[in-house]
T-cell receptor, first 117, second 113 residues
Framework: AQKITQTQPGMFVQEKEAVTLDCTYD???????LFWYKQPSSGEMIFLIY??????QNATEGRYSLNFQKARKSANLVISASQLGDSAMYFC??????????????FGKGTKLSVIP | DTAVSQTPKYLVTQMGNDKSIKCEQN?????MYWYKQDSKKFLKIMFS???????INETVPNRFSPKSPDKAHLNLHINSLELGDSAVYFC????????????FGQGTRLTVV
């Protein structure tokens, strides 16, 4: 079963508008973390934002904010004032413990965001 | 300064060859990973090393062998390359179980012909 679900394979948004990218997760752990990454066409993976399961406030980083709804197990990424440079693949990931004091990130399948001028 | 660097960025090689991808991080992290991104962009973990010790070894052919000479390096050696090994390989690092960030290298696009 998928642990991270991103239901939107592709999305379009008008420049300067806000957009929400969906992410739901499945875990029985009490302590976990949620990450969002951006992968532009150049291929690198850029860390955007992190939300811990015990964080009471939604995480924000500049134009990125994470709408964390713990009871619904969702961690949607909100990008405000979209820019052309936001066009990219966006991946949601969950940190899971993997033993011996380490953890791994499990990724969703990604959402391709296209910003329209 | 690049936090996680991997080389080479592109690698084109013939079937049957042996190749290595190098990864280094200067973040002082104690955990390093190799991920494989397939043609559909799906990222899947291959290996995880914590303090130079193998923690995770997902279902990966034993032609793939990671080597961690120290905490800052995790290299990936691949023997007898096959067409299906063509993918983008990412190295990443983090700080233990409480890490709130994990950084990736720029990726190595491996093409087996």
């Amino acid at each position: 079963a998928q642990k991270i679900t991103q239901t939107q394979p592709g999305m379009f948004v008008q420049e300067k508008e806000a957009v929400t990218l969906d992410c739901t997760y499945d875990t029985s752990d009490q302590s976990y973390g949620l990450f969002w990454y951006k992968q532009p066409s150049s291929g690198e993976m850029i860390f955007l934002i992190y939300q811990g399961s015990y964080d009471e406030q939604n995480a924000t980083e500049g134009r990125y904010s994470l709408n964390f709804q713990k009871a619904r197990k969702s961690a949607n990424l909100v990008i405000s004032a979209s820019q052309l440079g936001d066009s990219a693949m966006y991946f949601c990931a969950m940190r899971e413990p993997s033993g011996a004091g380490s953890y791994q990130l499990t990724f969703g399948k990604g959402t391709k965001l296209s910003v329209i001028p | 300064d690049t936090a996680v660097s991997q080389t080479p960025k592109y690698l084109v090689t013939q079937m049957g060859n042996d190749k290595s991808i190098k990864c280094e991080q200067n973040l002082g992290h104690d955990t390093m990973y190799w991920y494989k991104q397939d043609s559909k962009k799906f990222l899947k973990i291959m290996f995880s090393y914590n303090n130079k010790e193998l923690i995770i070894n997902e279902t990966v052919p034993n032609r793939f062998s990671p080597k961690s000479p120290d905490k800052a390096h995790l290299n990936l050696h691949i023997n007898s390359l096959e067409l299906g090994d063509s993918a983008v390989y990412f190295c990443a690092s983090s700080h233990g179980i409480f890490g709130t960030e994990a950084f990736f290298g720029q990726g190595t696009r491996l093409t087996v012909v």
